[in-house]
């Protein structure tokens, strides 16, 4: 499954163009976040790509969950939303 990285200076639009892609092509994405910023991006990504997909009777759900990545040397929770089709 394709990974998405989201920070808190990522365009929103830019980000659902990228969503609406992957779930087109491969069916399922997995956007991580770390930080209020970055998850406030992500969501309003994954809101946007809905509208995207909605035309080709594509609905999506989104799944979150955490993980553990490493920043530089330092471990983060990062929260991890998998985005499919319904």
Same mark, same amino acid.
């Given at each position: 499954?394709?990974? !998405? =990285?989201?920070?808190? =200076?990522?365009?929103?639009?830019?980000?659902?163009? @990228?969503?609406?892609?992957?779930?087109?092509?491969?069916?399922?994405?997995?956007?991580?976040?770390?930080?209020?910023?970055?998850?406030?991006?992500?969501? =309003?990504?994954? #809101?946007?790509?809905?509208?995207? !997909?909605?035309? /080709?009777?594509?609905?999506?759900?989104? $799944?979150? @969950?955490?993980? /553990? $990545?490493?920043?530089?040397?330092?471990?983060?929770? #990062?929260? =991890? !939303?998998?985005?499919?089709?319904?």
């Amino acid at each position: 499954m394709e990974v !998405l =990285k989201v920070s808190s =200076k990522s365009s929103p639009n830019s980000v659902a163009g @990228a969503i609406a892609g992957v779930v087109r092509e491969s069916g399922a994405v997995e956007v991580q976040a770390v930080g209020a910023g970055a998850s406030n991006q992500a969501i =309003k990504a994954i #809101a946007i790509a809905r509208g995207y !997909l909605a035309p /080709s009777g594509i609905d999506i759900v989104c $799944i979150p @969950a955490f993980a /553990s $990545i490493s920043i530089d040397g330092d471990e983060r929770t #990062a929260i =991890k !939303l998998i985005v499919e089709p319904r």
